[in-house]
Structures are given as C-alpha cells and as structure tokens.
C-alpha cells in the first residue's frame, strides 16, 4: 500500500506536524500537549507543533486564513456540521484508506452513530472524534421538589407541558428554551416532522414541523410558562443557572461544566420528553487531517493518538464532552460517581434515537438564517408559526437553489487576482513617473516635491498593503469564493451578487440595526466627549487622573467589556436596574428585550468616548487663552463663550470627530460578536457582523465582500455629505491655501 | 486660570466625582469579579464573596498565559516599534496635507478617509495572502510594517486637522529665517503638536498593546506570544472563565495604566509649551 511507503518515508527524515485545535474545555489544551509529547517520544524524529493560540478564541478563523494561505497544517479539527462545506471543497485528506491499512484499528472501539457523522456519501471516514453530545433537558431538582413535582420515567409531551405548567409562577418559569436549530429539530423530528423531503428539499413548511413550532409558541406566548433565551452570546449567565428556571433544553454536556459551580440548588439531566416518536441531535466536533498535510501518515497516526484511549479519557474527565470512544465513556473517568449531574448516563442511554441534522454544504448559513426567524416567532412573537415555517422552507429554498447555481459559474483565473494583488504597486510606480514628468513652474514644483517626499511612507503602505488587498477584495465582490481554498478555485458571480443585495432581508435589516445604532450612538458620543474634555480642561488637583480614568474603558477588550456590560445590564441584579429601582422605576430587561438592545449598545458606545475625549482635549488645550479673556471681558456669558469662542476654535477636531463616529458606528463588530452574536432575531445584527458571519462562518468570502463594498458605499455617501457640510461650520485658522 | 468661585468650583467637582464613580464601577467589579470562584464571576454582585475570596486566580492566570519574560518582551518591541512607525508616517502626511500645497491633494485625502471606510474584516485575507507572498508570517512584519509604511488614516485626519489650527504665521516667519519645508515640519510644527503627538502616542500605544486580531492570525511560534493574545486563551467556545479572564485583564492593564498616568506629565508639559507659544 502507498501509506506503507509514506511510513518508510517517514521514518527517515525529521517531519514537523503542524496541529491546530481548539476544544471547548480549558484543560483540554494541556492534555493535547501531553499527547504530542507522547507522541513524539513513540515517533523519534517527528516534532509536533501544537500552536499556541491553539485554545484561544478565535482559532476558527485562524484555522481559515491557514487554509487560504496554503500554510500546511497536518491536523485540526471541525463542527459536524461543516463537514459538508469541507468535503466540497475537497479540503480534508480521506482517511478511509489509512483506517484499511491499520491493523490496530477497530470501528466497534467507538460509538457507530458517531462515526457515521463523520462519513461522506460512499461512507469513507474522515477522522475521530474529539467528544460530542446529545441534546438533553436539564432539570433543577430542587424546584421541582418544592413544587411537589417530579419527572417521571419515560415523559410524554403532556407530562412535560404540565410540569412547567405547574413550576410556573411570580419570577419562576417552567423551561428555559434554547432555540438554535440543533436544539429545535429534536421537537421537529418527535412530532415525525423532517428538514428535507425525498427531492432535497426543505419540508419544515410540512404540518408536522409547523405543529411542534406552535407547541413550543404556545409554551412561550400563551401560556407563558417558557422563557426563551434571547441569544447564544459568548457570555450567558441565564435562568435556569440563577434557579429561576425548572428545565433548561435541549442543550449539550457543555453546560455540566458551566453548571458545576451551581451551589444553590441540586440539578441532574433527563433525556428529552418523548412524543410520537424519540428522537435528539448530536452536536460533534472531530479531529482531521486538512489536504494541505505534506504528511498524511503521520497526521493519521496523531489523529489515532488523540481518538485514542489516554486523550479520550482525559477529555471525559476534565469533562470536554461525551467522549466517542466507548471505553471511556463507560469509564469512571466520564460517569464521575459523587460529581453533578448524577444521570451522566443519560447522554448514553439517548443515543440510539439520536440524529444528525441533515449535513448541507454551507448547513451554517441554513442553521443562522433559520435561527433568526424561529426567534422571530418564538421570542419575538412577530410571526405565526406557520409562517416561520414558511418563510425558513423558502428561504432555506432559495439558497439550495443559489448553492446549485454557484456550482455552475465558471472559474475565475488565478492570476486575475495575483495581478489585482500587485496593482496597487503598479498603481504607485505609474503615479510617481506621472508625476516627475510634468515640469510646473519652479518655486511651486519645489513645494510639490517636498510634498511627495513628505508623503512618501503614506503612498507606500497605502500601494501596498491596501491598494492590492482592495483591489481583491473588489474582484470578489463580483465572484464567490470560499475562505478554504485558494484564490484560484473562485468563480465569477458578476453583478449578481449585488442584485443579491436587494433580496436579502437579513441584510436589510442590519443595515436598518446599523442605522439607528449610528443615529443615537454618534452625536450622543460627540457631546459625552465634549461634556468630559470641558470639565477636564482646566487645571486643578488630580486631574490626571480622572483623565486616565474617563480613558480606561476604551482599552479594556470587547470580551472583558462584554463580561462588565453583561453584569451591568443584567435584568434583574444588574447595575442599571439596581439604580432604576432606587429611583422607584423597574428596568427593561436589557439585552433580551428587542426593544432594548440598541440603547444598551449606545449606553456601552458612550462608556467608550475616551479617544474622543482626548482629541478634544487636545484641542481645547490649544485654544489660546487670550480668546477666552477677550470675550469674557467683552462680557459673554459661559455659554456664549462656548458656542462663538471654543466651539469654532475646535471645530476642526469636532469634524474628525464625527467623521471617526460615523465611520466606527458603521463598522461596529467585537462588541455584538461577543455579546449577542446578533440576536435577538436580527435585532443587533450590525453590518459588520453580518459581512464577518457571511465571510467566516458561511465561507462566502465573495458576498461577504460584496456586503463591505455596500457598506463603503453608505459610509462615504454620509461622509462626503458631512464634508460638503462642514465647509459652513468649520473654521481653519491656519486653513489650507 | 482664573479663581473660580467657590459654587462653580464644588459643582464642577461633584459633577466629575459622579462621573468617575460610573467610570471606575466597571473596574471595581472587574477587579472583584477576578476574585470569585471558578464559574461564578457572572452573576455576582460588587464584592460579594459568599464563597471567599479566590485570590489564586492570579498565579493560575498567569501561568495559563506563558511565560511572563517573553509575553512582556515581545509587547513592549511591538509597542514601541508600533508608536514610533506610526508617529513617523502619520505626522509628515499630515503636515503635508495640511500646510503643503500639491496637484491633487484633495483627492488624496479623500482617498486617506475612504481608507478608513474600508471594514478591517474583509481585507484581512488579503492581506494575510500579501504578507505570505513576502514571507513574513510567523514574524513581526505584519504588524509593524503597515504603521511604518502607512500608517493609521485616523491619525493622518488627526495630525493634519491639528496642524490646520496653528496659524500661518509662524511657518511664515520660520520661512523667512530661511527654513526649507522639512526644517520648518520639524523645527516650528512638530514641537507646536506636542498634544497631538502625545495622543497619537497613547492611542497607538493602547491600541497595539491590546491587538489580539493580528497576532492571532500572524504568529504562531511560542516564542513571538504577545500578552493580549495569551489573555485570550480564557475565552472557550462555551464558557469564558471569566474568574481568570478577569485577572489576566487587571494585569495586562495595570503597567498600560501606569504608562498612561506617569506619561501625563510629559504629555501636559508639551501642552504648555505649545500654549504659551501660541
């Protein structure tokens, strides 16, 4: 067998195995290290980088740019659900043919529901599992003791309905409901409900689909006994953990870590409530071998290793999942007597009802686009049921249909985009010989040459680190491309994709989001800024520091803001409401009420003024005292003062201020992708979060690049327009010649 | 200044005392959120410890994040190399926008906010591709080439709408006392922008100080690790330990707050000089 050969091969010379992997847990990445130096010690001349941002956030995207760039990566790991958009790339190596050569390995070792996840149509294999999870219901067994209530074995629809029914009363609900599609399609598939029809096309229209919706709508809307949770933000503190909440589901094993430092109350996991027939999702991520490995054999045998007994158990234990391999999950390593929840052997026992969703190419756009409008009917209440389902059975439609389309458009050429990539130099160079060429006349050329001189560094950069990335970027918006392969394997859309644009509601509505965000966010930001640079500019004791403090903000990361604003905002022992019920006043729950999301987004921009306060500030400064004198002995009032002395004298910085606000109100991203991930429904999904999801996470770098064109366009339609203005209010007193 | 009266002077100060207190709570549970047991920092009100306070979060952050000697080193490099490319090529494009005359120069700065209008996001693969063209990944070149060759197009607005306030007449007389156009930028204009420089410092300083993005996607080796990047490994996919995150963040932050307070000084000074000379 050729792998035999690769082993020889391999053997001889040195080989360095690149691994990128992020797991869930925190624990996890040490294990991965012990692992490497496992297996380096079993495989001498074999060095294994594990690279070091392997566990921090963000390692999907940078397993993407990796991709793009060719740069070799021997093993990584993925969502189930993107197995799909892999394999049509054509990006991962089929192990099939590694797993026949082994000796050693054995199918029956782990789960076979698992394994299936990770087979293409001809039922190749293409890694191991890292650990997985069915969805289950979590259960707050204290409530429901002081409630009198138990669940019962085997639990019906109705048993469920009634309990929560019964937890319900003043602060207390009987579910807290997830409503992604994974944890939606268990109720789906129990109501004998399907995603796709014999044709492959979406059946969530079908009456047995729109039924368990409106099961679910009824829980939330009418009876109220269900409180949906309003997003899957990076930061969740939510009902069911304060004990607010009798069930909490479907969810994954994640949540038995997060839950593990629950004091307050006993908890423990039930399999889901059964109707017509048992039936849950799996969520998975896997371990795999990308095509661009320049040494498979050894990449197989890592992805062995970590599948393998040591890892498995240690992934079990520090509690990363529910390990694939069948002797740890039956191990104490994973059923962990004496820890919370008691029943891990539910997440076993459901198994042989559960499913996988059906694996699309592109399922995530599918599962974003899906979730955004059952949160319009389940959260929201926008829409009925029935037209949810329809409109996800449409939507889902048109973009099976776009996904064929895209299949028939023809390949751009690669060089078109290696010469789109240089142009900005070539740009540069014909600019510079345009310029030495013309001869004006002497004094003025002197002053013309010193300029370009002056500008030189400017004109470099800009030639070559964003003319060229603009210019592609340009050339994608007229063609699509996946962030998985390289730039030859785009194809050409043409003006389609922004005819897209119209069509798009998604991107209608963000761009509606966006608006009003800038609306309220950038004058209120001009005058907190203002406001702050006025009362610090003058001199008196401990000045520096408030300075320093009014600063701080700006520079605290969007995690560690997300994690302060998620305490702040909390609806019920938050900050703010904490404040408002001083005042007698009872406050909005924050960030799960649509009506409220923006102005807790333009609350957290004006925490944030600090970089405008200190252009101010440094303006203010500047103002020539003597100004001041003048007009106060002419006998104007602080006000006046203000408005005909200090405001026109800084109108120059009031103008890069607005210019800066819009332009950052417009291209608002970290905090919303922390925080909210858009939700809910679409109600913070910002522009740009919106271009970044369509780029990275539904690997439509072509659309995502066309939604940034759209987006340039608007912000410099409303620039130029602030320009065109400011030649009326604003005065240069050293203004250009 | 002048005196002020007593009554205008206690409500500018309460005004402000208020402000820093909505300013500084966010820090004081930062700081108390940092002292909680693991998994509990969310839902924890301001220094309430039912459970003790957890001040092992510190050494466990840190020894998360690596080793102290490198993260720190390789920071202050980037930093410095950061503050001073940027500096350097965002000063002398915008004096030479503002106070130099040249065929086309509207258009050009045009150009210089459109650039800013560009998201960041859809040019980072691009450019990811450029620098892998060039050979520079997993090397410092990524970041700090773009703030030398360059710069920021915010601080080129910034630099040149500072430069537009100073009157004509001192590069005037400066021009008479037989200054050519690079002596009158450094000797007369620099010194008069002290304020903008300070800023651009800081803001350039901060900014890079906090850059998780472009480590994350350039480097890869141990040993090219930055601190904000570290701080990153406590954001997993389903849960931020936010007890440790917290932590790493208080020390991060403290010696850039430091650097902040203590550079005031320098920073006012500057401030002064240019005020009396204008």
């Known amino acids: 067998m050729a792998s035999l050969l690769f082993v020889a091969a391999a053997a001889q010379e040195p080989a360095e195995l690149k691994v990128l992997i992020h797991e869930r847990h925190f624990y996890a990445f040490p294990a991965l290290e012990q692992v490497a130096r496992e297996f380096e010690a079993a495989h001498p001349g074999v060095r294994v980088h594990v690279l070091s941002s392997a566990s921090a956030a963000g390692a999907h995207e940078k397993t993407r740019f990796m991709l793009a760039g060719g740069i070799p990566l021997d093993v990584t ?51 191991l599992p890292s650990t997985f999870t069915p969805y289950v219901m979590y259960v707050n067994e204290t409530l429901l003791a002081r409630e009198g209530l138990a669940v019962p074995p085997d639990w019906s629809w109705e048993q469920f309905h009634e309990l929560c029914r019964r937890a319900t009363r003043e602060n207390q609900w009987g579910l807290e409901l997830t409503l992604w599609l994974q944890p939606l399609a268990p109720w789906i598939w129990q109501n004998g409900g399907r995603f796709l029809d014999e ?48 069930f909490y589901g479907p969810v994954g094993y994640w949540e038995t870590y997060r839950f593990q430092s629950i004091r307050e109350f006993e908890w423990d996991v039930v399999p889901l409530p059964r109707h017509k027939e048992a039936a849950t999702a799996i969520a998975m991520r896997f371990y795999c071998v990308p095509a661009v490995s320049r040494h498979p054999q050894l990449a197989y045998q890592f992805v062995r290793a970590l599948g393998g007994d040591a890892m498995q158990r240690e992934l079990a234990r520090i509690g990363n999942g529910v390990p694939g391999l069948k002797r740890a999950a039956a191990s104490a390593d994973f059923l962990k007597p004496g820890v919370a929840p008691e029943s891990e052997h539910v997440f076993l026992d459901v198994l042989p009802a559960a499913r996988f969703l059906p694996v699309l190419s592109n399922w995530k756009e599918i599962e974003e686009l899906t979730k955004a409008e059952f949160q319009d009917c389940l959260l929201l209440g926008k829409t009925s049921p029935a037209e949810a389902c329809a409109r996800v059975a449409a939507a889902t439609n048109d973009f099976l249909d776009r996904e064929a389309d895209l299949r028939r458009r023809p390949f751009l050429p690669g060089w078109l985009f290696a010469a789109a990539l240089c142009s900005g130099a070539a740009a540069l160079a014909g600019a510079l010989l345009g310029a030495l060429r013309r001869r004006p006349a002497r004094l003025a050329a002197r002053e013309e040459r010193a300029a370009w001189l002056f500008l030189a560094p400017w004109a470099a950069g800009c030639a070559l680190f964003l003319a060229g990335p603009a210019a592609v970027s340009l050339l994608l918006s007229l063609s699509e491309w996946s962030p998985l392969r390289p730039l030859s394997a785009a194809r050409w859309m043409g003006l389609d994709q922004y005819r897209r644009l119209a ?10 989001v966006t608006a009003q965000y800038a609306l309220f966010a950038v004058p209120l930001q001009l005058i907190a800024a203002l406001g702050l640079a006025l009362l610090l500019n003058r001199r008196f004791r401990g000045r520096n520091a408030f300075r ?188 250009p010649r | 200044m002048n005196p002020e009266r007593g009554f205008a002077r206690w409500s500018h100060r309460a005004l402000l005392l208020a402000l820093a207190a909505a300013f500084v709570l966010p820090f004081l549970w930062l700081i108390s959120a940092s002292l909680q047991p693991e998994g509990k920092a969310l839902g924890r009100g301001l220094f309430a410890f039912p459970d003790g306070v957890h001040l092992e979060n510190y050494p466990t952050a840190l020894q998360i994040m690596g080793d102290p000697k490198v993260l720190i080193f390789n920071t202050v490099v980037l930093t410095l190399a950061c503050v001073l490319g940027q500096l350097f090529c965002c000063s002398l494009a915008g004096y030479a926008f503002a106070r130099l005359r040249f065929r086309g120069r509207d258009t050009l700065f045009l150009l210089v906010l459109a650039t800013m209008m560009l998201p960041p996001q859809v040019l980072a693969i691009p450019q990811f591709l450029l620098f892998k063209e060039f050979g520079l990944i997993d090397t410092f070149g990524p970041l700090i080439l773009p703030t030398v060759l360059g710069g920021a197009p915010f601080f080129i607005f910034l630099f040149r709408q500072y430069f537009l306030t100073i009157p004509h007449e001192l590069a005037e007389a400066a021009r008479m006392d037989g200054c050519g156009f690079f002596a009158t930028y450094w000797k ?33 080796s141990e040993d090219k690790q930055t601190l904000t990047l570290a701080l990153a490994t406590f954001n997993q996919t389903y849960r931020i330990a936010v007890e440790w995150l917290m932590a790493g963040t208080a020390v991060v932050l403290a010696p850039c707050v430091l650097v902040y307070f203590l550079s005031q000084k320098f920073f006012l000074r500057g401030v002064r000089l240019s005020a009396g000379k204008g």
Not at chain 1, 673 to 688: D, H, I
């Open chain 1, 77 to 127: 790991w993925i969502d189930v659900t993107e197995l799909a958009a892999y394999l049509a790339e054509d990006v991962l190596v089929d192990l099939q043919p590694y797993f026949d050569a082994d000796p050693g390995w054995n199918p029956d070792d782990y789960f076979p529901q698992v394994l299936d996840g990770m087979r293409d149509a001809r039922r190749h294999l293409y890694g």
């Open chain 1, 199 to 246: 044709h492959g096309r979406c059946a969530l229209d079908e009456p047995a689909a729109v039924e368990a919706i409106a099961f679910l709508h009824r829980l939330v809307h009418q009876e109220q006994v269900a409180r949906p949770v309003p997003f899957e933000g990076q930061i969740q503190f939510g009902l069911f953990q304060a004990g607010k909440a009798a």
């Open chain 1, 503 to 512: 069509g798009d509601a998604t991107f209608q509505d963000s761009v509606r």
């Open chain 1, 548 to 735: 320093t403090l009014f600063y701080l903000p700006t520079i605290l990361s969007p995690v560690v803001l997300g994690a302060v604003w998620r305490w702040m905002l909390d609806a019920d022992d938050g900050l703010f409401n904490d404040a408002l019920a001083c005042a007698g006043v009872r406050g909005p729950d924050w960030l799960g009420d649509p009506s409220w999301i923006l102005p807790a987004f333009v609350l957290l921009s004006l925490w944030t003024v600090g970089a405008q306060m200190l252009v101010f500030l440094a303006g203010l400064q500047a103002v020539p005292p003597s100004l001041q004198e003048a007009a106060r002995i002419d006998g104007a009032g602080a006000w006046r003062r203000l408005w005909h002395v200090t405001l026109p004298a800084i109108s120059p910085l009031l103008l890069l201020n607005l210019v800066a606000g819009i332009i950052n109100a417009f291209q608002l991203f970290a905090q919303p992708y922390v925080m909210t991930q858009g939700g809910p429904g679409n109600e913070s999904r910002f522009l740009a979060l919106y271009l970044y999801e369509q780029g990275f996470r539904f690997l439509r770098m072509g659309y995502a690049s066309t939604l940034a064109w759209a987006l340039f366009l608007i912000v410099l339609a409303l620039t130029l327009l602030v320009l065109r203005s400011s030649t009326r209010w604003v005065h240069y007193a050293g203004a």
């Open chain 2, 188 to 220: 007369v204009m620099l010194p008069l922008a002290r304020p903008v420089v300070g800023t651009v410092a800081v803001f350039t300083f901060l900014a890079t100080w906090n850059d998780f993005w472009a480590p994350l996607i350039y480097l890869n």
